[in-house]
């Protein structure tokens, strides 16, 4: 199993960013997956979830309507971002469920989101 994370970078206020997460050696119509992220100073924080199969997506107030997850054929998971704030800083990760709530067994190796004029 592998987890490739992507598309991190430096937005302007207000800008979109869309980060990609590569994934080999299992489906996402097995397992769960997530979006979480470490912004400076703060704890760790699941922004994103969708469901074995996709059909299912789930988000804290912080990201809601702003943040977009989804998965694609090609074993790709996105998040896609808009209306950053500098509150969005931070080191993105994609993990894998597993199994059990907060749970999680493959992380990808983070991303770095920068938000600043």
């Known amino acids: 199993v592998q987890l490739q994370a992507s598309g991190g970078g430096l937005v302007q206020p207000g800008g979109s960013l869309r980060l990609s997460c590569a994934a080999s050696g299992f489906s996402f119509r097995d397992y769960w997956m997530y979006w979480l992220r470490h912004c400076p100073g703060k704890g760790l924080e699941r922004v994103a979830s969708i469901n074995n199969g996709g059909s299912n997506t789930y988000y804290p107030d912080s990201v809601k309507g702003r943040f977009t997850i989804s998965t694609d054929t090609g074993n790709t998971l996105y998040l896609e971002m808009n209306s950053l704030s500098p509150e969005d800083a931070g080191l993105y990760y994609c993990?894998?469920?597993?199994?059990?709530?907060?749970?999680?067994?493959?992380w990808g190796q983070g991303t770095l989101v920068t938000v600043s004029s």
């Open positions: 993990a894998r469920g597993g199994g059990r709530a907060y749970e999680y067994d493959y």
